[in-house]
T-cell receptor
Framework: GENVEQHPSTLSVQEGDSAVIKCTYSDSASNYFPWYKQELGKRPQLIIDIRSNVGEKKDQRIAVTLNKTAKHFSLHITETQPEDSAVYFCAASWSVGGGSNYKLTFGKGTLLTVNP | EAGVAQSPRYKIIEKRQSVAFWCNPISGHATLYWYQQILGQGPKLLIQFQNNGVVDDSQLPKDRFSAERLKGVDSTLKIQPAKLEDSAVYLC?????????????FGEGSRLTVL
């Protein structure tokens, strides 16, 4: 099965700085890599995702990069704000039973704290 | 659009007791997932349904956990008997189709405390 490693486990930045979270995956057949944000006591919510046919995707202050050769992908948040403080999870999809159904395996999460 | 509904939100039981969680996915979503999230960790998939069929339950502790989705809509996850290590948030999620991976929509979760 898929194994997803996420680093760092905690990250503290000053407001306005950039934050970078990195993930590696083990299954070279994985083709979908979403990032979820989970605020304290709330449900995880998708903030950005990337498929294996592109190397980078950007949405305002958030960007994700993918290196298929090295099997790693990263989340970049620029101009961080206190409301960006949350736990961020990366995930990778892999095929179930070699068929056309996929499931997501999540990393262990990164607690991001943006200090005002 | 109504989101994924889960109940109960909180449950406290003693070890060896049983508990059941209910989930109603977003209308039209064929794929339903149950995840277990232990404090400080990422969600771990317990079981995935495609309509009313099980796609994957390889990480479901089948000696104590069971889940069903009889009519391909709502689902129930049961734990019997519960152990201390089952204390976690049980997240239900749904997606339009598991055949092309897409966004998962999560419910608020059911927080279980086993004493």
């Amino acid at each position: 099965g898929e194994n997803v490693e996420q680093h760092p486990s905690t990250l503290s930045v000053q407001e306005g700085d950039s934050a970078v979270i990195k993930c590696t995956y083990s299954d070279s057949a994985s083709n979908y890599f979403p990032w979820y944000k989970q605020e304290l006591g709330k449900r995880p919510q998708l903030i950005i995702d990337i498929r294996s046919n592109v190397g980078e995707k950007k949405d305002q202050r958030i960007a994700v990069t993918l290196n298929k050769t090295a099997k790693h992908f990263s989340l970049h948040i620029t101009e961080t704000q206190p409301e960006d403080s949350a736990v961020y999870f990366c995930a990778a999809s892999w095929s179930v039973g070699g068929g056309s159904n996929y499931k997501l395996t999540f990393g262990k999460g990164t607690l991001l704290t943006v200090n005002p | 659009e109504a989101g994924v509904a889960q109940s109960p939100r909180y449950k406290i039981i003693e070890k060896r007791q049983s508990v059941a969680f209910w989930c109603n996915p977003i209308s039209g979503h064929a794929t339903l997932y149950w995840y277990q999230q232990i404090l400080g960790q990422g969600p771990k998939l317990l079981i995935q349904f495609q309509n009313n069929g099980v796609v994957d339950d390889s990480q479901l502790p089948k000696d104590r956990f069971s889940a069903e989705r009889l009519k391909g809509v709502d689902s129930t996850l049961k734990i019997q008997p519960a152990k201390l290590e089952d204390s976690a948030v049980y997240l239900c999620a749904s997606s339009f189709s598991g055949r092309r991976t897409g966004e998962l929509f999560f419910g608020e979760g059911s927080r279980l405390t086993v004493l």
